[in-house]
């Protein structure tokens, strides 16, 4: 097997704020490998907050790249990345993805078969996506509002964690008056204490958000149990819900966990996560970070097994330079189509 690179900026359509940034842009690293002419793609993006930039990305890669040249063929070396003997001690889970991805798009498309048939599901997985409306001016929140509900999109993620909460408060109420028959979730992203959470989940409830992402600060799972236990929302662990010892602290704790494949390590890591929680109470949600299609297809194959799916990184992209998996509607879908289902934007159509 021959592996190669290619990194790209990701530009966004406007900047996204949330509580502790302001995101306009970031690279994806695309992992390509060849096998008897048959090529599979993966993506890994960088992120300030795993701590991850281009250079550290293209580092492990190009060790992995390098790597897979001792297997025969793609289906020993995706088994090798599952036990632990490909990626390497250290690898940052979102390099085990991004090579996973790869790995599961060659072999698919080898044996004719899209990702989610050969994870055992027969019909194509579709999904009602979150879409995510950034910290931003009231007029601009509730403009967005009405025209997610317009184009489809059922499900509306608010982001908050303003210095002061009742701005939050206020863009929840003008997008629920824009969007009155949408879903609402809510995304801190850790911005608030314990206190103002008590104090405000149930004002977000009064005005009919269904749940809530992370509303504390990690590193405190007792705490962010405590608070579910009390809760009037449904909350949703995300910066405190890792990986599956992460998880297997909060199952039953909390209502629901966020799983971003590149946090966890990837889709099997993800499965593994999804079957710990089964029949414990908690749910799951399936997320992402901003990132081409190409970096969302393995979720997208996932989606049947989410109570929430939040992928909607591909949709904030000026430009996406992958297509396939939909979203615009407000729905993303898996294809037939062998391996991820996706296209590179002006590509030649065939098995590469």
């Known amino acids: 097997m021959k592996a190669g690179l290619r990194t790209v900026r990701l530009e966004l359509t406007e900047p996204l704020r949330i509580s502790r940034s302001v995101m306009t842009a970031r690279d994806a690293v695309w992992l390509t490998v060849e096998h008897d002419g048959v090529t599979g793609h993966g993506e890994a993006v960088t992120s300030v907050y795993y701590r991850l930039d281009a250079e550290t990305l293209e580092r492990f890669l190009t060790a992995v790249g390098t790597d897979l040249a001792r297997f025969p063929d793609p289906e020993n070396a995706l088994e090798a990345l599952r036990v632990g003997e490909l990626a390497g001690e250290g690898a940052p889970p979102a390099v085990t993805a991004g090579v996973e991805a790869a790995l599961l798009d060659l072999v698919g498309k080898?044996?004719?078969?899209?990702?989610?048939?050969?994870?055992?599901?027969?019909?194509?997985?579709?999904?009602?996506?979150?879409?995510?409306?950034?910290?931003?001016?009231?007029?601009?929140?509730?403009?967005?509002?009405?025209?997610?509900?317009?184009?489809?999109?059922?499900?509306?993620?608010?982001?908050?964690?303003?210095?002061?909460?009742?701005?939050?408060?206020?863009?929840?109420?003008?997008?629920?008056?824009?969007?009155?028959?949408?879903?609402?979730?809510?995304?801190?992203?850790?911005?608030?204490?314990?206190?103002?959470?008590?104090?405000?989940?149930?004002?977000?409830?009064?005005?009919?958000?269904?749940?809530?992402?992370?509303?504390?600060?990690?590193?405190?799972?007792?705490?962010?149990?405590?608070?579910?236990?009390?809760?009037?929302?449904?909350?949703?662990?995300?910066?405190?819900?890792?990986?599956?010892?992460?998880?297997?602290?909060?199952?039953?704790?909390?209502?629901?966990?966020?799983?971003?494949?590149?946090?966890?390590?990837?889709?099997?890591?993800?499965?593994?996560?999804?079957?710990?929680?089964a029949g414990s109470g908690t749910e799951l949600m399936l997320g992402c970070l901003t990132a081409s299609s190409l970096g969302l297809a393995p979720a997208v194959h996932l989606a049947d097994r989410a109570r929430w799916a939040d992928l909607d990184g591909h949709l904030l992209l000026a430009h996406d330079p992958w297509t396939g998996i939909g979203g615009g509607d407000g729905v993303v879908r898996a294809s037939d189509r062998p391996g991820l289902g996706v296209q590179e934007v002006g590509a030649n159509e065939g098995v590469a």
């Open 110 to 277: 080898r044996a004719g078969s899209p990702v989610h048939r050969l994870l055992g599901v027969t019909a194509p997985p579709v999904a009602a996506t979150a879409r995510t409306i950034g910290i931003t001016s009231l007029a601009h929140a509730a403009a967005q509002a009405r025209c997610l509900s317009a184009g489809g999109f059922e499900v509306i993620k608010v982001k908050a964690g303003t210095p002061d909460p009742e701005d939050d408060v206020e863009r929840v109420r003008v997008i629920r008056d824009a969007a009155p028959r949408a879903r609402l979730l809510l995304d801190p992203n850790g911005a608030w204490t314990v206190a103002q959470a008590e104090a405000l989940l149930h004002r977000f409830a009064d005005l009919g958000v269904e749940a809530v992402e992370q509303p504390v600060a990690p590193g405190d799972p007792a705490a962010l149990g405590a608070l579910a236990a009390r809760s009037p929302l449904p909350v949703i662990a995300d910066e405190d819900a890792v990986d599956l010892e992460d998880v297997r602290r909060l199952a039953g704790r909390v209502q629901g966990v966020n799983v971003k494949l590149a946090k966890c390590g990837g889709v099997h890591a993800a499965l593994r996560i999804a079957e710990l929680i």
